[in-house]
């Protein structure tokens, strides 16, 4: 195997690892973002609710 085809499956290897983290990431901030905003919308039915409950 010649050195430059080393070289090139480790960028590949490299670059897939950099995707694949990418990819974490945008997971890890879109969880967040439905986790706020569902806690954010469930208080609000259930605060609501409970006015409605009052009444």
Known sequence: MSDESQN???NENHDAGY???RWKI???AW???F???GTYVFLNVVGMLGAHAQK
């Open 8 to 10: 090139e499956n480790q």
């Open 19 to 21: 995707v694949t983290e």
């Open 26 to 28: 945008k997971g890890a």
């Open 31 to 33: 969880r967040v973002f």
């Open 35 to 37: 986790y706020v905003f």
